[in-house]
């Protein structure tokens, strides 16, 4: 995969014009196919974790699950370091429903029953798009402001921290999740915080309790987490006899890979 390799996410409930989007892409080096699926939820959950570019977007999901405005509702919520470009795809012709896709953020429509409508043509499509839509990554990107107030700064970073825990599977629902998020946050905005002391003050817990609970998120994912994710998004050596990582060298192994992706 190149620097330029467009990453795409399929939601789309039709096998047909999955195989057939599928098998057109995998003949091209600049475009990859990211994730596919017929769930408007999991496709919320796969823009979460695969962040693709671009996404073909079907509006009617009848062998799945939800629907393309749900999926466009959705993902007005997400709070996404970048948005991607939106291609929907559909045999609707109501000019309501294309106007409700485009005021909850669809880019160009496209109408299955056009003549010259086929996978080739959804696909070759996003390819003459590519250079606006990195341009257009890179003007948001540059329109970050280099120094920004600490509390904007945080929330950015509690989000990529949290990201990287969903995507091994650490649960919010666990207290660990909240522990993790903070211990990671200070590690990053000053390396020497004695991290148990800090979160017992705050949470009005024992350091005891504190590191119990951050050791058994960490335990549970690596229990519990399929181990092609674990090998994927945490690649750090484990130096533990137990086969997970330490406390210390969790919080430090993520608080140094955001630091790089800033």
């Not at 920004?148 to 660990?176: A, F, M, T, Y």
Request: one cysteine or more; glycine letters at 4%; proline letters at 3%.
């Amino acid at each position: 995969m190149t620097a330029h390799t467009l990453r795409v996410l399929l939601v789309e409930d039709d096998a047909t014009s999955c195989m057939e989007i599928n098998d057109y892409i995998n003949q091209l080096d600049d475009v990859t196919l990211v994730a596919s699926t017929n769930n408007a939820s999991t496709a919320i959950e796969y823009m979460e974790k695969f962040l693709p570019d671009a996404v073909i977007l079907d509006l009617e999901l009848h062998q799945g699950g939800g629907d393309g405005l749900f999926f466009l509702a959705q993902l007005q919520q997400l709070e996404l370091s970048k948005h991607p470009y939106i291609l929907v795809t559909t045999n609707n012709s109501s000019n309501i429903t294309y106007e409700s896709a485009r005021q909850l953020g669809a880019d160009f429509i496209l109408a299955k029953y056009q003549e010259n409508y086929s996978a080739q043509y959804v696909v070759e499509f996003l390819r003459i798009m590519k250079k606006v839509i990195f341009s257009e990554k890179q003007k948001i990107a540059s329109e970050i402001p280099a120094a920004q107030p600490s509390e904007s700064k945080d929330k950015r970073l509690i989000q990529k921290i949290q990201h990287e825990l969903n995507l091994i599977g650490i649960s919010p629902k666990v207290i660990g999740y909240r522990y993790l998020t903070d211990a990671i946050l200070a590690t990053i905005n000053e390396p020497k915080t004695r991290i148990f002391k800090v979160l017992g003050e705050k949470y009005k817990k024992t350091d005891a309790s504190i590191e119990r609970a951050m050791q058994n998120a960490i335990n549970r994912a690596w229990r519990t987490s399929d181990i092609d994710d674990l090998l994927t998004y945490y690649t750090a050596r484990i130096h533990s006899q137990k086969g997970v990582p330490t406390i210390m060298e969790f919080i430090f192994y993520y608080a140094n890979k955001i630091q790089n992706q800033l």
